[in-house]
């Protein structure tokens, strides 16, 4: 088996460089992704009805269309109509790269998702705490954050694990508009070693990897977060 990441150390830095980049990738798209769906969530649930109206187009736009398509509108449309910026050695460079890009647009993608993931999660606790919330004296802001949203999480997680290991697959997108991350890297190495069997198979075996412990850590909170005694 020729597997030059193991022995070649130009080879070994470029993977090592691309698996960085994918786990950074990774988790600012997490990140992103989880913090629209909250804020989507609040918004879908407001009365005002034109706020509503364009957390819905937002939704059913961005999850109806191709996330590779995303990418390319944020990066070739959007980017393009932005400034250029002189970096230190003189040189002009886009105001913002393609690892910046690649979070945004794949954020925004599954931000659609984790948004309707968190309303289902909300529509799914009692309209009994809400009214107790609001007997409180919650606002309904302050009963969102502290009461409601707390008690939807436990209702969506298992959705919402589903939904960022897609994230974490996707991430293998950003190489179409040249992020170095692990798709990228590794196919800048088989072509110069000839060892494309060995090196697909490890790019199989790392994403499995960063899937297993997204899950087991997913996990990890589900069992925190559960209820004792609740079905």
């Known amino acids: 088996m020729n597997l030059t990441i193991l022995y070649d ?25 989880v913090t629209i769906g909250i804020i989507g969530a609040w918004l879908l649930g407001l009365r005002f009805a034109p706020v509503r109206w364009i957390a819905t187009a937002y939704v059913e736009f961005f999850r109806y269309t191709p996330p590779l398509v995303q990418l390319y509108f944020f990066f070739f449309g959007i980017g393009a109509m932005l400034p250029l910026v002189q970096a230190s050695n003189g040189m002009e460079t886009p105001l913002l790269g393609g690892f910046t890009w690649a979070v945004i647009a794949l954020g925004v993608y599954a931000g659609a998702s984790n948004t309707v993931i968190f309303r289902t999660g909300i529509d799914a606790v009692s309209q009994d705490v809400h009214d107790s919330a609001a007997a409180l004296g919650y606002s309904p802001l302050k009963a969102y954050v502290l009461i409601i949203l707390p008690l939807a999480l436990r209702n969506c997680l298992a ?44 790019l199989l075996v790392t994403f499995f990897l960063l899937v297993s412990v997204l899950v087991y850590l997913m996990h990890r909170l589900e069992r925190r977060l559960r209820i004792p005694g609740a079905a």
Do not use: H
């Open 9 to 33: 150390p130009y080879d070994r830095e470029q993977f090592l460089r691309g698996l960085g980049n994918t786990i950074l990738l990774a988790l600012g798209c997490i990140l992103l992704s």
């Open 159 to 202: 959705a919402l694990n589903a939904n960022l290991v897609n994230i974490v697959k996707a991430t293998g997108l950003a190489s179409a508009i040249a992020v170095p991350e692990l798709l990228y890297v590794t196919n800048q190495i088989w072509p110069e070693e000839g060892n494309t069997v060995e090196m697909m198979n490890v």
